[in-house]
Nanobody, 127 residues
Framework: QVDLVESGGGLVQPGESLRLSCLAS????????IGWFHQTPGKDREGVSC????????IYSESTKGRFTVSRDSEMNMMYLQMNNLKPEDTGLYFC????????????????????WGRGAQVTVSS
């Protein structure tokens, strides 16, 4: 079955770190654009970071630049989001996604031609 499954979320205090993982099954991530998206209650999903299908372009949102790092592992068919120095406003659901192309819109990334969304992983940053 074609699927994306996130893992690695949890509850942390401000300033701590988490690494989210996304495992693809049924298709190869290597030839797709990939990205991570953040959603808080009552708001639309916002692109956190994306990597183009040719692996040559990476986009970070302004709020996460310098703190978060997106990466991909072709051999493992996985993608990751390393989140350092977490802040309360980082709280919410994080979704991984694969698609065709990426572009930057108002400081966040957008994936065009979406192929698959993950179901989301909860991250809570609270003292």
């Amino acid at each position: 079955q074609v699927d994306l499954v996130e893992s690695g979320g949890g509850l942390v205090q401000p300033g701590e770190s988490l690494r989210l993982s996304c495992l693809a099954s049924g298709f190869s991530l290597d030839s797709y654009a990939i990205g991570w998206f953040h959603q808080t209650p009552g708001k639309d999903r916002e692109g956190v970071s994306c990597i183009s299908s040719d692996h040559g372009t990476t986009i970070y949102s302004e709020s996460t630049k310098g703190r978060f790092t997106v990466s991909r592992d072709s051999e493992m068919n996985m993608m990751y989001l390393q989140m350092n120095n977490l802040k309360p406003e980082d709280t919410g659901l994080y979704f991984c996604a694969a698609g065709i192309t990426i572009r930057e819109v108002q400081g966040s990334c957008v994936i065009n031609g979406l192929y698959r969304w993950g179901r989301g992983a909860q991250v809570t940053v609270s003292s």
